[in-house]
Structures are given as structure tokens and as C-alpha cells.
T-cell receptor, first 115, second 113 residues
């Protein structure tokens, strides 16, 4: 099992460019999440998908969109990148059944720099 | 929304000493409290978790305690080793069964040999 995978590992964008970060999991989890990590700020939730077909905003959704393509894949899109979106992005997944939260497993992260 | 305060932000101990990190929260409906360890340049990984129906949980040198009345939970690492050096994050599930986590700001632990 590969667990949670993310592509790309690194990306440099110019202000105004767009890109999509890809995430996939092979653990048959129903819930998936996108976080950003900035120095001294911990991990902040951008968007999440509690189950296939649903998506919801987290703490910092502005400037992002998501797509839950199927049960395995959850992508994050930056339509017009800004320097404030320079960060490390982590995707995670977990099993949520009967309202019982289980461990979240993280991908390796994407380091994004916006110039 | 729910907020998690984590202290201290940095902690330096001698090898063999104990380390304690504390998190406080406000939402009494929170019922799941995991702790993650993140080594430099790596992904966060779960090291221990506790649910609200339990007051303490132990796994070898690591333990977590939960005080629901006072709304705080703590990570205890005994007999620290240099490989324990990392950033540690507490987290919790806010009210509502969505599975999402709210993270503390992190504690950088340095274990000096």
C-alpha cells in the first residue's frame, strides 16, 4: 500500500498562475482533507471531504477550490496564485464511520512557492 | 470556532529527562485528541491518541492524559532520546461528526545528548 500520495513534491509559480495539487489514497478511506502549514501556525484546514460527493470549507478556504474526483482522489486548485499562498500543503485521509473519528494519515506534502 | 492552545512553543531537555507538552481547548463536545510528531521535512505522523471516555493512555515511553473538566490534555515523554527531537502537534475534533481536526501551533522539542 502506498498510503497517501501527493504530486508534485515541489512547485514554483508566478503570481496569477493556476495549478492543481493532486492527492490519492489507497486505504479505502471515506474522508479526505487539505491542510496548509506555515511556520509557527501549525496545520490549518483548507477544505475537506467527509465522504465521496461532498466537500466543505475549513478554516482558510479563500483562494482555493477542491474536487473529490472519486473515493480515492481529492484535488486542490489555486485559480490565481498569490505570494500569501506560499506554503507546504498536506493532504490527509481517514476513516469516518458512525461518527467515530479515526487516525488521519498524511501525504508527503507539496512545497509551493509563489513569486 | 474551536481553538487549541499549545504550550510551550519550544522545549529543550537533556537526554533521559522527561518532557511535557500541554494543550487547552474550549469545546466540551470534542471527543478525540491525537498527537502528531513531525520530523524536519517530513509528514506529520500519529504517535498516540485518546478518546473522551478515557483519562490516560500509555504506549512505552509516551503517555497522554486528558482532563475533560478542565479542558486540557497533555503529552508526556519519559527517558527522552535524541531521536525524539521533532515538532509535536496536539489536535482535536471539534463538535460535529465530520472527522476534521483542529491543530495546536506545535512544540519544537530538542533533546540534547
Amino acid at each position: 500500500n502506498a498510503g497517501v500520495t501527493q504530486t508534485p513534491k515541489f512547485q514554483v509559480l508566478k503570481t496569477g498562475q493556476s495549478m492543481t495539487l493532486q492527492c490519492a489514497q489507497d486505504m479505502n478511506h471515506n474522508s479526505m482533507y487539505w491542510y496548509r502549514q506555515d511556520p509557527g501556525m501549525g496545520l490549518r484546514l483548507i477544505y475537506y471531504s467527509a465522504s465521496e460527493g461532498t466537500t466543505d470549507k475549513g478554516e482558510v478556504p479563500n483562494g482555493y477550490n477542491v474536487s473529490r474526483l472519486n473515493k480515492r482522489e481529492f484535488s486542490l486548485r489555486l485559480e490565481s496564485a498569490a505570494p500569501s499562498q506560499t506554503s507546504v500543503y498536506f493532504c490527509a485521509s481517514s476513516s469516518l464511520a458512525g461518527g467515530i473519528t479515526d487516525t488521519q494519515y498524511f501525504g508527503p506534502g507539496t512545497r509551493l512557492t509563489v513569486l | 470556532g474551536e481553538n487549541v492552545e499549545q504550550h510551550p512553543s519550544t522545549l529543550s531537555v537533556q537526554e533521559g529527562d522527561s518532557a511535557v507538552i500541554k494543550c487547552t481547548y474550549s469545546d466540551s463536545a470534542s471527543n478525540y485528541f491525537p498527537w502528531y510528531k513531525q520530523e524536519l521535512g517530513k509528514r506529520p505522523q500519529l504517535i498516540i491518541d485518546i478518546r473522551s471516555n478515557v483519562g490516560e493512555k500509555k504506549d512505552q515511553r509516551i503517555a497522554v492524559t486528558l482532563n475533560k473538566t478542565a479542558k486540557h490534555f497533555s503529552l508526556h515523554i519519559t527517558e527522552t532520546q535524541p531521536e525524539d527531537s521533532a515538532v509535536y502537534f496536539c489536535a482535536l475534533t471539534p463538535s460535529g461528526n465530520t472527522g476534521k481536526l483542529i491543530f495546536g501551533q506545535g512544540t519544537t522539542l530538542q533533546v540534547k545528548p
